[in-house]
């Protein structure tokens, strides 16, 4: 069980790198959007026996981060009409290696925090510390918005990665509160975006320089 | 069940108001709404209800030492908010109205919370329904507030989401069954044997950096504190006036339900440097930029950076520190609002919002510009105003607490922020109104609609700082005990 766990998990660790390398926006996108579904299918690779709710949630995650939230980016990424080229501020080298010296450094992390009996060897925690470092790479390291809110999503996809260390013994009402959260973020974040687009004619955050001390 | 109502008049006004058909009277709602959260939460605050101890959400000493001040606040931003929107009639107002009932409701939520998921909803909820009040205006420069508040904001909320979890392990690593109520938190750390404390004391520590630094960005703490000028200069001044005295307070007693069961785990020694350190490092860095902005509205982000630190510093000080700190939070809150309601009515007069382009408001808006003067000297702790009486409790309990460099430095930042922020606002207060502004002709007309509301609050800044109310000392010394049980 572990280690089909720890593939999907590795998976999802390299959709990192992926996402790190993707020099055009669309093949972001779609790293973002793979790695929401494979996350999605881990509660069920976890729970031993089957549970509706724990059903629901895996559906709900897979349609919401494979479905949902990179259609809405790939129509803002249409209606804006801008050239598919992603600007990097950190260049794509550096993010690439700082992305794996992250995940080496998440699974020496990992393997020295304290973790309960039935984690043991799982690489969870290493890949969320992994997933959320590569998460902020993007937020910081690429100009344009919707690599920010790719970026966001990969940030959020590592602590939802956390999150299933607790999934036996946290109520999934709250899980299914941080789902609804991150949907109602995205949305609000694409609304901007598109307002930002017509009010500046760009989406590229770089322009965004008029408020400054 | 009123503790319920608190967040049910909102939401459920919320969706009166989006439903409303008309802009002219839609306004109208928000002093309905809320009046009646503020006659709820003055009836729990005199007399409240049992909690208990498992439940999700409850109005808990906490709650009850701080949300009558979110309440009352609130109210006085509605009316101003009814003249505001009568000026403003150009701008459609159904998703502000909205938002801004949403938000109240959600505030609620997150003081009530009692459990640290529900927190955290409640607390990214409240910050999403920010969103659409900062854009109000629809300007370029909105838009760009509104997004950096956004990507900082939500990096923020996601850190905390994070740390919560992290705490939650911890809590599963001490042997518990999943509960993550603070108390039954906060019962399960007391005491732990060495061995099991060792599996438990990293993620504790892990918890505590991932949610001082969430929800410290949400509360505007240096140097996670830059969405707060952007967002408080381009937001509406009651928006400003909500942001600076709800979504902090909603954060700063997040961190103060979180520091609760880090201390019993025996992380205190570690929670009050933190505090300390990143509050005073806010105080210098507030201080700092206060000497140098040239834009009001910007300067009360920076001065409010700098309150933020002074309530960590506050925290940081044991028992009675957090009741002063506590104190401030009234205190600070209350003569904040007025400050951003008497600057947004500057800001129309004008039209303008730096020290280059603005001066002789005296005479453009006299009476807005006396009560922003009254509320500079009230928020640079000028007696007899209560933040001069809080920051004195505060700096009381550095010295009892025997640290007499936090005392000095403290002293030292409030002196910078005075100066920086007289030199400002008298810039634009004195000399003679600018050829461009006295040519625009159409006079801002100071109406008791824009005047009042501001001079409220700062009659209730004094009146908290000559008479505080012995009920109200009270809910604080309730609210000190749950997190100090032994003085």
């Keep these: 069980m572990t280690n ?13 790198l992926v996402a790190l390398a993707s020099s055009r926006l669309p093949s972001m996108i779609r790293a973002a959007a793979l790695q929401g579904m494979v996350l999605g299918i881990l509660p069920l690779l976890i729970e031993h026996d089957f549970q509706w709710m724990v059903g629901l949630v895996a559906v709900g995650t897979i349609a919401v981060k494979g479905f949902v939230i990179p259609h809405l980016l790939r129509r803002a990424l249409r209606a804006a009409n801008i050239d598919r080229e992603v600007k990097p501020l950190i260049g794509f080298v550096p993010s690439l290696l700082l992305g794996a010296a992250a995940a080496v450094g998440a699974v020496a992390l990992g393997g020295a925090l304290p973790l309960l009996p039935e984690h043991a060897g799982s690489l969870l925690v290493a890949g969320s510390f992994a997933t959320v470092v590569a998460g902020f790479l993007l937020l910081m390291g690429r100009s344009k918005a919707i690599s920010q809110v790719c970026g966001y999503l990969i940030l959020e996809n590592g602590i939802y990665l956390f999150g299933l260390l607790l999934i036996r013994s946290t109520p999934l009402l709250v899980e299914a ?3 609804l959260d991150l949907t109602v973020a995205v949305f609000v974040i694409g609304i901007i975006m598109d307002r930002i687009q017509k009010e500046f004619d760009t989406l590229d955050t770089n322009k965004l320089t008029s408020l400054r001390e | 069940m009123k503790e319920l109502a608190l967040i049910a008049v909102p939401w459920l006004a919320a969706i009166a108001a989006f439903l409303w058909s008309s802009e002219r009277t839609r306004p109208r709602l928000l002093p309905v709404a809320g009046g009646l959260h503020a006659v709820l939460s003055l009836w729990l605050l005199a007399d409240p209800p049992t909690l208990s101890p498992s439940a999700w959400f409850g109005f808990d000493p906490l709650a009850r030492a701080v949300l009558p001040m979110v309440s009352l606040l609130f109210l006085v931003c509605s009316i101003y908010g009814v003249a505001y929107l009568k000026v403003r009639a150009e701008r459609p107002n159904r998703l502000f109205v909205f938002a801004l009932l949403v938000l109240l409701g959600c505030l609620s939520l997150a003081l009530q919370a009692q459990h640290l998921g529900l927190l955290w909803v409640a607390a990214e909820a409240a910050t999403l329904m920010t969103v659409p009040l900062v854009h109000f205006n629809g300007t370029a420069r909105a838009f760009e507030a509104s997004w950096k508040y956004l990507l900082v904001g939500g990096t923020g909320i996601a850190l905390s989401l994070l740390g919560s979890f992290c705490l939650g392990y911890a ?25 099991v404390a060792a599996k438990s004391g990293p993620w504790v520590i892990a918890a505590w950096v991932l949610l001082l630094a969430g929800y410290g960005t949400k509360m505007g703490l240096a140097p996670m504190h830059t969405w707060k000028p952007d967002a408080y200069g381009e937001a509406p001044g009651m928006v400003g006036a909500l942001l600076a005295g709800g979504i902090t307070t909603m954060a700063f007693i997040a961190v103060l339900r979180v520091k609760q069961v880090v201390d019993a785990a025996g992380g205190g020694d570690m929670t009050q440097r933190t505090l300390l350190a990143i509050g005073l490092f806010s105080m210098l860095v507030a201080a700092l930029f206060l000497l140098g902005t040239p834009d009001f509205k910007r300067m009360l982000a920076y001065s409010s950076v700098e309150h933020m630190g002074i309530l960590a510093v506050g925290a940081a000080l044991g028992g009675l520190g957090v009741w002063a700190a506590l104190f401030h939070v009234w205190t600070n809150n209350l003569t904040k609002g007025s400050l951003f309601l008497s600057a947004g009515n500057i800001r129309r007069a004008a039209n303008a919002r730096s020290q280059n382009e603005v001066s002789g408001m005296a005479w453009r808006s006299p009476l807005s510009a006396r009560i922003f003067i009254a509320g500079l000297f009230a928020i640079t702790a000028c007696p007899p105003f209560g933040p001069f009486f809080s920051e004195l409790l505060i700096l009381r309990a550095a010295f009892t607490t025997g640290s007499t460099f936090t005392a000095v430095a403290f002293l030292g930042c409030l002196l910078f922020a005075f100066f920086g922020m007289t030199r400002l606002v008298f810039a634009i207060v004195d000399g003679r109104p600018r050829a461009a502004a006295r040519a625009t002709g159409s006079r801002f007309r100071e109406t008791s609609g824009v005047i009042l509301p501001p001079l409220a609050l700062l009659g209730c800044s004094v009146w908290l700082g000559l008479a505080t109310p012995s009920w109200l000392s009270e809910s604080w010394s309730a609210a000190a005990k749950l997190l100090f049980p032994t003085p």
């Design chain 1, 4 to 16: 089909t766990l720890n593939l999907f998990i590795g998976l999802a660790m390299g959709l990192n």
């Design chain 1, 177 to 179: 509160g941080i789902l």
């Design chain 2, 171 to 195: 809590s599963l690593n001490a042997g518990g069954n999943g509960d993550l109520t603070f108390s039954a938190l906060a019962g399960q750390f007391v005491h732990l044997p060495v061995e």
